[in-house]
């Protein structure tokens, strides 16, 4: 008879959920414990397969489910319908989710159907509102109530679990596993890959220029937030002409638009297409600020020492306001402007802010969590190798 291992099912289907599970993955297949399942649902595809292939993830499972024009129904509905098949072949003992994507909610749903225990990562962080972000806010909320397991990064995100009523020998504080991608990454990445190394982005680089690094997606800042955002760009190329702003534009047409149309023709602007994670990561090394929407990034920068400026109203991770390594700043043109000014003409500001120390981790999430679960479901008798 073959040994008999518990089964684990990693799911998830974006770049940045792929970027911050990868190291994860990497040690669960490595982890004799365990079986370890991978399935991605291919609610990104270009994207996520990029970063599959930086890291060497090679899925067990595929759902392909990315289509023109889909919705958040369409996701939803698909990724049920399709983890339905594989948790009958792939008979997980804990099915594994990461963050706020409707993939992972989603997947904590289609668990919970089949009577599956769920562990949470990047678990307990909250705005308190429920449209912002959205759907980022009720995916992860809706998942942590689902979830048995909940792998919080920081002590604020163990407390906020308690006080739902999550039991405290079910949530385990790891730090961040995008700090575990990060400090591997930014070591292995010595530059541009091969796209990139004789465009004008590399030369600004290799010029030492100084870089606002941009982005910006959220559906919250479509239209007027984003009109905003792309006039508070303008006033600072024209007021700050050594101030060089690189914006990786996203595909979606409420972003194209207006950040085509208002700042398309400055000459201290440049746009470009998305970059790949270990680019982009080598940009960021090499960029003066940060100015984003986006949630992770406010983890990222401050691990390379880069003051952020926050793009919203509201932030599911305080601790980075706390510590002093963000700011929010809005989706507003004057606030925006303000925060880059303050930065540029206050050199001990500036310093404060990338010098303040990243709460998110040390990066050994990862190993925190394979200990915690080895302690869990290591001599746990699952179902027997096939």
């Not at 980022?136 to 792998?151: D, G, I, P």
């Not at 690189?246 to 194209?256: E, I, R």
Request: charged share 20%; hydrophobic share 40%.
């Amino acid at each position: 008879m073959n040994q008999q291992r518990s089964n684990i099912l990693s799911v998830f289907g974006t770049r940045p959920e792929a970027i911050k599970m990868a190291v994860l993955v990497r040690q669960l297949d490595q982890t004799p414990d365990f079986r370890h399942t991978l399935c991605v649902t291919g609610q990104h595809r270009q994207l996520l397969d990029q970063v599959l292939h930086f890291f060497g993830l090679r899925p067990d499972v595929d759902l392909n489910i990315m289509q023109p024009g889909q919705d958040l129904s369409d996701i939803t509905s698909r990724v049920l319908l399709g983890l339905r098949d594989v948790f009958k072949s792939a008979r997980p003992d804990l099915v594994l989710v990461h963050g706020d994507t409707t993939t992972s909610f989603a997947t904590a749903l289609a668990a919970f159907y089949a009577g599956i225990p769920v562990g949470h990562v990047e678990a307990g962080l909250r705005t308190g509102n429920l449209q912002a972000p959205f759907p980022e806010e009720a995916n992860r909320v809706m998942t942590s109530r689902l979830a048995t397991y909940h792998f919080a990064p920081t002590r604020g995100n163990v407390a906020t679990l308690l006080a739902e009523g999550v039991p405290a020998g079910n949530i385990l504080q790891t730090g961040n596993t995008v700090i575990d991608a990060l400090l591997e990454t930014a070591g292995r990445v010595t530059g541009f890959s091969a796209p990139w190394r004789d465009t004008p982005l590399a030369h600004l680089v290799r010029e030492k220029a100084r870089i606002l690094l941009v982005t910006g997606h959220r559906r919250e800042n479509f239209g007027q937030g984003f009109v905003e955002i792309c006039r508070a760009l303008a006033d600072l190329a024209a007021r700050y002409p050594h101030l060089h702003v690189v914006y990786p534009v996203h595909l979606n047409p409420n972003v194209q638009k207006p950040v085509y149309e208002i700042i398309g023709h400055y000459p201290n602007i440049h746009l470009t297409e998305a970059l790949s994670y270990e680019d982009f990561i080598f940009l960021m090394k090499n960029a003066w600020l940060v100015l984003t929407d986006s949630g992770g990034i406010q983890e990222e920068a401050p691990g390379l020492g880069k003051p952020v400026l926050v793009m919203r109203d509201t932030t599911e991770r305080p601790e980075a306001v706390a510590a002093g390594t963000v700011r929010l700043v809005g989706a507003n043109r004057d606030n925006i402007v303000r925060g880059v000014a303050e930065l540029l003409e206050d050199e001990s500001r500036y310093r404060r802010m990338a010098e303040a120390v990243n709460p998110y981790g040390d990066g050994r999430a990862g190993e925190r969590i394979v200990a915690f679960l080895r302690e869990k479901f290591g001599s746990f008798a699952g179902h027997a190798e096939a």
